[in-house]
Nanobody, 129 residues
Framework: QVQLVESGGGSVQAGGSLRLSCAAS???????????MGWFRQAPGKEREGVAG????????SYADSVKGRFTISQDTAKNTLYLQMNSLKPEDTAMYYC???????????????????WGQGTQVTVSS
């Protein structure tokens, strides 16, 4: 089992920045079985969409077109923590942001939500114009 806890959400004005964190915990074997992690978001009335993902083994990343050049996903393996640095925020970035992990099998599509088997509770990001 893997537990994921997000933090760092809040309210900012357009053009501002936020950094989200996701702390992973659980049995050592479970943590080491994580092959990829990702950030997803869901706005009211919309489906959950992939924002950014990372292969934990080699650090390869993938981003949604809507956030490329503005968001950066990174990991601190020593702290079992995933980050999402969000710059130049826009009102359309407003959503609940979720951290996700895929454990026990390799990842084929970092932004595909159905392959992730562990999810955090989410942290709200609100961007005002």
């Amino acid at each position: 089992q893997v537990q994921l806890v997000e933090s760092g959400g809040g309210s900012v004005q357009a053009g501002g920045s936020l950094r989200l964190s996701c702390a992973a915990s659980g049995h050592t074997y479970s943590i080491y079985s994580i092959y990829c992690m990702g950030w997803f978001r869901q706005a009211p009335g919309k489906e959950r969409e992939g924002v950014a993902g990372i292969h934990t083994g080699d650090g390869r990343t993938s981003y949604a077109d809507s956030v490329k050049g503005r968001f950066t996903i990174s990991q601190d393996t020593a702290k079992n923590t995933l980050y999402l640095q969000m710059n130049s925020l826009k009102p359309e970035d407003t959503a609940m942001y979720y951290c996700a992990a895929r454990a026990g099998a390799v990842c084929t599509f970092l932004l595909g939500r159905y392959q992730y088997n562990y999810w955090g509770q989410g942290t709200q990001v609100t961007v005002s114009s």
